[in-house]
């Protein structure tokens, strides 16, 4: 059992695997050693508590205990594209387009029930069924509708967006004008029906016609699971306000309902002949809510000005359709009124599928990439596919599988070897399960856990045991785990067919993702999930595989199945993110003349058009009281004078920079496909007193800071997750290099850095870093640069294989939180810090100093913070490393041409996977910017 688990166990007294308030201070007193502080529990409590729910389970345990950075918390799904949060980069009206392709694509709006309801699959008296029990479920929590609207009237100040919303909550009432009276009319809906009738009654009437039709009723007896996570999805997205209120309004129901509404009443047609009079309440719903959903959009447009407000509107849209497909899945399993599946077997040798099906063909897909390999077989059985694949070539296997008999027997077989390692794992939470027991499989916690670990992964017969949605995250954890440009191999009862049986399945889609008793052979019989071909190609390319090869195999007379070769492409590229780890930068080497001529390739000066933009942007939003990160400030004054929480990147509209956003493109081209060096001088912070005669010192930094943001912003996204937007570069008398000091940046200290890059998380990457001097000092101050590109090359050429395996194995970081030493931190934090949980996460925090492919390249160094990772957990630093590191240290030293002091005003960025950066402080402003 991993220290985690062991840790959580033993702090959950009473078994129930959740902790309460009074376990969580257990937990602190065991280990601080001493009596927490009520303040310090409550704290804690917070902390860990992530969703808010009053307890704390094991998934939001195990992720504060391993998460590298406690202050980032701003990940966003990968399927929405991140670069439209920035007002700088996307238009109100671009952002409020892009997350409605978001929702309209998204399972929560197409889920297959949904689809299988609309055209009768399941049988006509079963759907009719099924849909009642859908629309009974659906009753207890759509009640709140008209409350929300009101909620959100009392928020609004806009006269026009007052309007808008009060027609709608009018026709929520049942209060029509005569042209809609007339239209429903034409559609056979008599007036009286409907005048005057509120939405909420028509439903009501709309569920007991079909009790009446169907002469039985679920209302009394609906599950609670079902509804629970989309109830939570409410709770938790009204508690963001306006904004909350906003996205479950227009995002979670106005603009997808009538997509929704239309598959129920198709299916209500095609299984009850329901007339348009019967079903009023759905055909209201599928007209009004296109327009309610064109006039809410007016005012979303209008609240979605900032990245903070656009972030909100994301994350709560993602919550309610990601709860959405939970009700869905829910009641697809209300549904089925089906068991666990169950194995009906005699003996351990047979329980695992893949040892009475085709696993000569599995192999056969295996054996071209077999040679060295690291296997992963997920749903391992008792490990007889992973001791073939040993004896066929590869080196090591890893076995999951969520039966601890399976896996005692697999652990206990003779011929078992010293390189096959088998845990106990839920499939569903496939990479947390691995990263939770690294202990004893002999796995290194780190970055590849996301650029991937293993040259292939097999899975005999597992989707079959898995609902859709829960096969989708296993493919995206086993994409994740596969290595770039290996490959994922599974296989599954041909869905074509019943399970395996050679018979056609006569319910091909009516059975979809439903739990059923299947007969895999003479001795084995099973409950399983049905899909049809579509799913599985949907999960697999849908979460970034190639489709290899598919093969049908009649491995008996009885038995069909399909086996799936895939490939993980060899250059991933993050979909939406653009700092994503598996996207891997362009390789950046300096000629020989850009490195004789360093100023000539290096130095841009700003132009004068650029320059006056900046000022006078910067100027005004000073006067308005705008500052970097959030602030309560007046919109212009042309705009009113009433309060409102805005920051600089929302501040000003798109177009309001046309000769810099031009700039921006150069600079940004020079960084990520050029030089990947940037030295921007011209910028003069005096012009701030200048123009102001009135002006104090703070004023001059505050508007440099505003002028330097604006600029960032428009050449990438600015990041403020971990230590906010800007970070002041300044000494702060602390002794970095001290060992007793924790957790503190060089950037607070005078010490000097060595050859570094930004950024110590695993699981976070800067691609471009920038530093603003506002006061130069007389001493120190002087960056130098080096390609690491370059020195790449050099390196790999002089050293031998194995002590360059060095600079490109996962290696162990420090870890940092807010890098000012622990006597600035929060509980929290302090928590996170104590020896044996940052022990953990320091084993967590490993990832390679070198990821190369081809003509793509990644850098990522900090040798201090490698050598105080082994310090902490009592790791010998290894000789290898060591020399590896000295060679590399010294290959940057002699290729640095870049050694430069910034004059006031001077604003380099660096490319923070292609350079190394040297430093001495000086009175100079960071700026994270990916």
């Known amino acids: 059992m991993s220290f985690v688990e062991a840790l959580f166990r033993k702090s959950d007294v009473t078994g129930d695997n959740v902790l309460d308030y009074d376990e969580v201070k257990q937990l602190l007193r065991s280990l601080l050693g001493s009596e927490p502080t009520q303040e310090m529990v409550d704290e804690a409590f917070k902390a860990l508590d992530v969703d808010g729910d009053g307890q704390v389970n094991f998934e939001e345990f195990k992720s504060f205990m391993l998460k590298a950075n406690v202050n980032d918390f701003s990940t966003l799904s990968s399927d929405f594209n991140e670069s439209m949060l920035s007002p700088s980069h996307s238009s109100d009206l671009e952002f409020v387009t892009e997350l409605e392709k978001y929702c309209k694509s998204h399972r929560g709006v197409n889920h297959h029930l949904l689809q299988n309801l609309a055209s009768g699959a399941f049988g006509k008296k079963e759907t009719a069924d099924l849909l009642l029990r859908f629309l009974s479920a659906y009753s207890k929590f759509n009640s709140n509708f008209i409350a ?4 959100l009237l009392g928020m609004l100040d806009n006269l026009h967006h007052i309007e808008v919303l009060s027609e709608n909550l009018e026709e929520e009432m049942g209060q029509y004008d005569e042209e809609t009276l007339i239209e429903g009319e034409k559609m056979g809906i008599r007036r009286e029906s409907i005048a005057g009738i509120p939405h909420r009654q028509l439903f009501i009437e709309l569920v007991e016609l079909l009790e009446t039709k169907l002469a039985r009723s679920y209302s009394k007896f609906i599950p609670d699971y079902i509804c629970e996570k989309l109830t939570h ?25 009538p997509q929704i509404y239309s598959y129920i009443l198709d299916g209500l047609r095609l299984s009850m002949g329901l007339t348009n009079e019967e079903a009023k309440f759905l055909i209201l719903h599928i007209d009004m809510d296109k327009d309610h959903a064109d006039e809410l959009r007016e005012i979303i447009v209008d609240n979605c000005r900032t990245k903070a407000e656009r972030l909100v509107l994301v994350k709560c849209t993602r919550l309610l359709l990601d709860a959405r497909v939970n009700f869905y899945d829910s009641v697809l399993k209300y549904g089925s009124e089906m068991s666990e599946p169950m194995f009906n077997i005699n003996t351990v040798d047979k329980c695992c599928f893949s040892d009475i099906a085709s696993r000569a063909n599995v192999l056969d897909m295996c054996r071209d990439h077999i040679e060295g390999s690291v296997v992963l077989d997920v749903g391992c059985g008792a490990g007889h596919l992973c001791r073939e694949l040993l004896n066929i070539g590869a080196t090591k296997t890893v076995g999951v599988d969520i039966s601890s008999a399976m896996i005692h027997a697999a652990n206990a077989h003779p011929a078992k070897s010293r390189t096959e390692y088998y845990v106990v794992g839920d499939a569903a939470q496939l990479k947390l399960e691995l990263l939770s027991t690294t202990n004893q ?11 991937g670990v293993f040259d292939i992964t097999v899975a005999s017969f597992l989707f079959n045991c898995m609902s859709v949605t829960e096969m989708n995250q296993c493919i995206s954890d086993i994409h994740s785990l596969v290595k770039p440009g290996g490959h994922f191999i599974f296989i599954v ?15 091909y889609f009516a059975d979809r993702d439903r739990l059923s008793e299947q007969q895999i052979n003479d001795d084995l019989r099973t409950n399983a999930y049905s899909k049809i071909l579509q799913d599985y190609t949907d999960a697999v390319i849908s979460n970034g595989f190639e489709i290899v090869q598919l093969e049908e195999v009649r491995t008996t007379s009885t038995a069909t199945n399909l086996i799936v070769k895939l490939r993980k492409p060899s250059e991933t590229v993050g979909r939406n993110n653009a700092n994503a780890l598996t996207m891997l930068p362009k390789k950046l080497t300096w000629s020989k003349a850009a490195m004789k001529h360093p100023r000539n390739a290096f130095i841009v000066n700003i132009p004068v058009e650029v320059k006056q933009e900046l000022y006078a942007a910067a100027l005004n939003a000073y006067e308005d009281g705008i500052k970097i990160d959030r602030a309560k400030a007046p919109r212009r004054r042309s705009m009113g004078s009433r309060q409102e929480s805005l920051d600089a990147a929302g501040y000003f509209p798109v177009d309001s920079f046309a000769a810099l956003r031009s700039f921006s493109v150069t600079v940004r081209n020079c960084l990520l496909h050029e030089t990947g060096l940037v030295l921007l001088k011209g910028l003069d912070l005096d012009t701030f007193s200048a123009l102001d005669p009135l002006a104090d010192p703070d004023q001059v930094v505050a508007c440099s800071k505003l002028a330097y943001y604006i600029i960032c912003s428009h050449i990438g996204t600015v990041d403020g997750s971990a230590r906010g937007k800007l970070f002041d570069v300044k000494n702060n008398n602390i002794d970095a290099m001290d060992g007793k000091n924790d957790n503190v940046l060089f950037s607070v200290s005078d010490c000097e850095a060595s050859w570094h890059t930004d950024g110590a998380s695993k699981d976070k990457v800067y691609d471009c870093v920038g530093l603003l001097c506002i006061n130069p000092s007389s001493v120190g101050g002087k960056s130098k640069i080096s390609n690491a590109c370059n020195a790449f090359d050099k390196v790999e050429n002089a050293l031998p294989k194995f002590l360059m395996h060095e600079l490109t194995r996962p290696v162990p970081r420090d870890i940092l939180e807010n890098g000012k030493g622990r006597g600035n931190d929060n509980f929290g934090t302090q928590l996170s810090r104590t020896e044996s949980i940052k022990h953990l996460r320091i084993s967590y925090n490993s990832y390679p100093i070198y990821v190369t492919k081809k003509d793509r390249i990644r850098f990522r160094y900090m040798r201090h913070w490698i050598e105080t990772a082994h310090q902490k957990v009592h790791w010998r630093l290894p000789t290898m490393l060591r020399i590896a590191m000295d060679v590399l240290d010294d290959t940057l030293t002699e290729g640095c041409c870049f050694y430069e002091r910034l004059e006031r005003g001077d604003i380099l960025i660096c490319n923070n996977s292609c350079r190394a950066k040297y430093d001495k402080l000086s009175q100079e402003l960071e700026l994270r910017n990916k």
């Open 148 to 151: 929300n609207i009101k909620a």
């Open 233 to 257: 999805a409410i709770e938790e997205s009204t508690k963001h306000g306006k904004l909350g209120l906003l996205a479950i309004l227009y995002f979670g129901s106005e603009l997808i309902v």
């Open 441 to 451: 499989t002999n796995l290194m916690p780190g970055a590849g856990f996301d650029m």
């Open 493 to 507: 009862p041909h869905p074509s067919f019943n399970c395996g049986r050679g018979k056609e399945s006569r319910n």
